[in-house]
């Protein structure tokens, strides 16, 4: 299997272990009322869009805790053998990972697309060159 595919079900793996978590802390959030905290938001925001971005923001933090600690990679990355480095194989800052991850969420689809049919690199990589996942043996 491509690398680029072992990065897909790395994502994929990710984002089912990541989402059970996230559903158990919006059911513990309802449970406590967490959300009529936003019965400031006028009627026409949909509070709906507020928990989606809580939840890309979220898995940001969940990649960039994982992949800047000692690990160098999330549960789906080290379930299918892969790191993430920086250019000469060391391990990258928090930020820098919560930065990759965060632009990964936003254009995920439309980098699926246009790398699986085009290039077979992704796009958040050619924005951080200085970083890359790497087979680990």
């Not at 990355?77 to 969420?105: H, P, Y």
Request: charged share 20%; hydrophobic share 60%.
């Amino acid at each position: 299997m491509s690398i680029f595919w072992k990065r897909i079900w790395a994502y994929l793996i990710d984002l089912a272990f990541f989402s059970m978590f996230f559903y158990l802390f919006f059911v513990v959030m309802n449970k406590i009322h967490f959300f009529e905290l936003f019965s400031f938001v006028p009627k026409y925001f949909d509070v709906d869009l507020l928990v989606f971005l809580l939840f890309f923001i979220l898995l940001s933090v969940y990649f960039a805790i994982l992949e800047s600690s000692k690990w160098q990679t999330s549960i789906g990355k080290k379930i299918m053998g892969l790191i993430l480095t920086d250019a000469e194989g060391n391990r990258l800052s928090f930020w820098t990972c919560f930065a990759r991850a965060f632009v990964f969420q936003i254009i995920f689809w439309i980098e699926i697309l246009a790398s699986g049919v085009y290039q077979k690199e992704f796009f958040h990589d050619k924005i951080f060159h200085h970083t890359k996942v790497i087979y680990k043996r």
